[in-house]
C-alpha cells in the first residue's frame, strides 16, 4: 500500500510524504507505482525547479518527501493537485493508496 500523508500549515498544504508500494502488480510492472512516483516526482519538481520554492526534497528507493519552507498560494495549489491526482488513482485502483492531512 502506498501512503500519502500531506502536510498542512494554518490550513494550506506545505508538503507531503509518500511512501511504499502499491502491490497491484509485481516490482517494476506496477502501473499505480509508476504512475504515483511520476505524479510525486513532477511535483516536487515544478515547486523546486519550476517556481524556485525554497523546499527540502528526499527521496530514496520507495519515499519521497517534499516539505516547502513557507506554505504559501503556489504550493498549496501545486500539492493540492497532487492530492487530487492520488485520488483519482485511487478510485480507478481500490486499496493501493492511503492518504491522510497532517497539521505541521
Known sequence: MIRAE????EGRYKGFRVKGHAG??????DIVCAA????????ANIITDGFMRDADVFA???AVSC???AADEVTEAVIGMLKAQLEMLLEEFPNTITITISEV
Not at 497491484?24 to 510492472?29: L, S
Open 60 to 62: 530514496d528507493d520507495d
Open 6 to 9: 500531506f502536510l498542512q500549515s
Open 67 to 69: 516539505v516547502a519552507a
Open 36 to 43: 504515483v512516483s511520476s505524479a510525486v516526482m513532477l511535483t
Open 24 to 29: 497491484y502488480a509485481d516490482r517494476g510492472q
